[in-house]
Every structure is written in structure tokens, then in C-alpha cells.
């Protein structure tokens, strides 16, 4: 499993989303907003991982979990960008290509 492509890049956007809030002192201090923000991004890596040695059915059940939380990302990025003026175009352009691939995974299998 760590070495599918998709996992290792679902890992590095986890790192990213915790520097975004790292680095962010007022984001930092909403921690509702950061704590599911947090999870949302973990969700994704932890989907891929848990259903990969799953039945193909189970696996791409795990793969909609996955797809979902990359949409829920998105639209927590969205919100911190509106509230805290954060850039976070550019996450949340990668999170948008991450669940594309994630969908175009499912498909082939």
C-alpha cells in the first residue's frame, strides 16, 4: 500500500494542511475548524489504506469515503480562505485532483 502513487500524495497534502495551520496563528486558535479540517484530510489517506487490502467491492466503498472527504477538504479550505483570508487555492486544487484520481480508481477497479 505505501507504494501506491495516490497514497504517498494523499499523505504529502496531509503535511500541507498542517503547515497551512501551523503557520496560520488565528486558524491555529480555531480549533473546531482545524480539528475537522485535520480530520478530513486524514480521512482520505486512512480510506485508501484501510480498504486496500479489502475485497475489490469493500476497496471501492473506501474509495467513495475517500472521494467524499476530498470534496468536505475543499469545502473546509473554501471557508478558511473566506474567514481567516489564508490562500488555499492551490491546496484545494490538488485536493481537487486527488479526488479525481481517487475516481478514476474506483472505476477501474
Known amino acids: 500500500m505505501e507504494k501506491l502513487r495516490i497514497y504517498q500524495d494523499a499523505l504529502k497534502l496531509v503535511a500541507e494542511v498542517y503547515l497551512l495551520i501551523k503557520n496560520d496563528t488565528e486558524l491555529a ?48 479550505l473554501q471557508i478558511v480562505e473566506l474567514v481567516y483570508k489564508a490562500e488555499t487555492k492551490s491546496l484545494r486544487d490538488s485536493f481537487n485532483v486527488l479526488g479525481k484520481r481517487i475516481n478514476a480508481l474506483y472505476k477501474v477497479l
Open 29 to 76: 486558535k480555531d480549533f473546531s475548524l482545524n480539528d475537522q479540517l485535520k480530520r478530513a484530510t486524514i480521512s482520505i489517506v486512512a480510506n485508501i489504506a484501510e480498504g486496500y487490502k479489502r475485497t475489490k467491492k469493500q476497496y471501492k466503498n473506501y474509495l467513495q469515503i475517500a472521494s467524499g472527504s476530498c470534496n468536505e477538504v475543499v469545502a473546509l
